[in-house]
């Protein structure tokens, strides 16, 4: 039997379930329900429902497929999230999700959600990608085409037509003032396009940044099938993940807002140094545990961290040289952030695959190792840590290792093959280089690295 409302009262009496009436406004439309906003975000709105707040259900958008529709529209959008630690695992049902919907098929639905006046938010947790950005960090148009920002302009357009409040679009994405860059993408986008698209989007629309922190593996077949049995239902949309969360949000609303803040949230004013100190850190050195741990022989998170060898280096990357790029906020204290990091990537529970984090890297080493690498470069300082995480993730993309998960695969395959050992270095991070960032390699870096491409070869 499948959960959904309908079978509620079929779970045991230890899962947590909505206590609310789920049958109110959407006032949230997500585009990318995948595995992390379920356990993150939808995880803080359900909390505030369940306190009694109204008007905050979320319609969830897929833009690449309809699994997620598959998985949770039957069960009404209910879904279990799984908390794993060393003490155990707790499981509650979520109800904050009303629907699923799937680009190309439900544009209409989707169109008319974003501009009914019930909406105040749309989010978004597309991943780098989903931007659809150049390699020079400039909207690509013809990507965008198949993205989020069709569908937007339409229904900006009939809430400027309807003269409704703004909207907050707010970013949830690994991306480093993932704000702005929204904003930046979203006025190219419009340049030129449906001028009551664009006159709503600049006169009313705010872009807040945010920082959004949950370790969310990939779910498993195994996974569910335990699940199932613990339960007595189905649930084909759980998610599984650990009990720390955070999340960090720009105050620049455009109009109501659910109290994420009363539920664990912190809104403040300026969120770049939580999302420095997690991109560069946290994600940072997720990246170097997933490409020198592959390596390695690794296949999870809490085995790479196990090896003494990637744990000295994880710890050089955090503390030694991402930590001193950034200009800690009140409070924040980053050796402190580095030993509660060692620790979550330690759990053993979470199954954290290594090949997961490896996906997409050329979409996300510019802001977790890149940044890092320019700001020591310009203050004389070497960044040995990073540049063997580099080393290890140019070995991965020429592509002989194992399977390449990247939008750029074919681009940095062949890149490999024209330049070779001696020239990858230049060829990749160069002033024409295929990775844009602000970081151009100098002599000894380039020696640096080339040297580890011949040891870990
Ligand atoms: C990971 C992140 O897959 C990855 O690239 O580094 O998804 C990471 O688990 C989250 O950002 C943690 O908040």
Redesign the pocket.
């Known amino acids: 039997m499948r959960l959904s409302q309908q079978t509620l009262d079929h779970l045991p009496g230890a899962v947590a379930c909505p206590n609310y009436d789920r049958d109110q406004a959407i006032g949230i439309v997500h585009f990318g329900l995948g595995a992390f906003t379920r356990a993150h975000q939808a995880w803080y709105t359900d909390r505030c429902l369940d306190v009694g707040e109204r008007g905050w259900m979320v319609s969830g958008v897929s833009l690449r497929s309809a699994g997620v529709a598959h998985q949770l529209n039957p069960q009404d959008g209910l879904y279990t999230l799984v908390e794993r630690s060393a003490e155990g695992e707790t499981r509650q049902v979520l109800g904050a999700v009303g629907e699923v919907l799937v680009a190309g098929t439900d544009d209409d639905a989707i169109i008319a959600r974003i501009a009914s006046p019930d909406c105040h938010i749309v989010s978004f947790t597309v991943t780098e990608k989903g931007y659809c950005r150049a390699p020079d960090g400039t909207l690509d148009r013809a990507l965008a085409e198949q993205g989020f920002y069709p569908l937007l302009e339409k229904a900006l357009a009939v809430r400027q037509t309807a003269d409704l409040p703004g909207l907050t679009l707010l970013s949830c994405d690994?991306l480093s003032g993932n704000g702005k860059v929204l904003r930046a993408l979203l006025t190219q986008w419009f340049a030129g396009r449906d001028s009551r698209a664009a006159d709503y989007f600049t006169n009313r629309c705010t872009t807040p940044s945010s920082m959004?922190?949950?370790?969310v593996p990939a779910t498993t077949d195994e996974d569910l099938a335990k699940l199932e049995q613990t339960m007595g239902l189905r649930d084909e949309g759980a998610v599984f993940t650990e009990a720390f969360s955070q999340w960090v949000i720009e105050d620049e609303f455009a109009d109501a807002r659910p109290q994420w803040d009363a539920q664990g949230a912190t809104i403040v004013a300026d969120v770049e140094p939580y999302e420095t100190a997690k991109l560069r850190m946290?994600?940072g050195a997720?990246s170097l545990l997933a490409y020198a741990g592959l390596d390695r022989g690794h296949e999870f998170v809490h085995q790479a961290i196990a090896d003494p060898v990637l744990l000295d280096l994880v710890s050089a990357l955090m503390r030694d040289e991402a930590a001193p790029t950034i200009q800690a906020g009140a409070g924040q204290d980053l050796d402190a952030y580095a030993d509660s990091l060692i620790a979550r990537f330690a759990n053993p529970t979470l199954r954290h695959r290594l090949d997961?984090?490896a996906m997409d890297g050329s979409q996300?080493v510019a802001q977790r190792w890149l940044d890092t690498l320019a700001i020591r470069q310009e203050r004389g300082k070497d960044s040995p840590a990073i540049l063997t995480g580099l080393s290890h993730w140019l070995l991965h993309v020429r592509g002989d290792r194992r399977r390449v998960d990247d939008p750029m695969a074919g681009a940095l395959q062949a890149r490999w093959q024209e330049a070779g050992a001696r020239g990858v270095v230049q060829a990749m991070f160069g002033s024409d280089g295929l990775i844009a960032s602000r970081w151009t390699p100098d002599a000894a870096e380039r020696a640096f690295i080339e040297a580890r491409l011949r040891a870990d070869d």
């Open positions: 690994n959004v922190d949950r370790i946290l994600n997720h997961q984090i996300k």
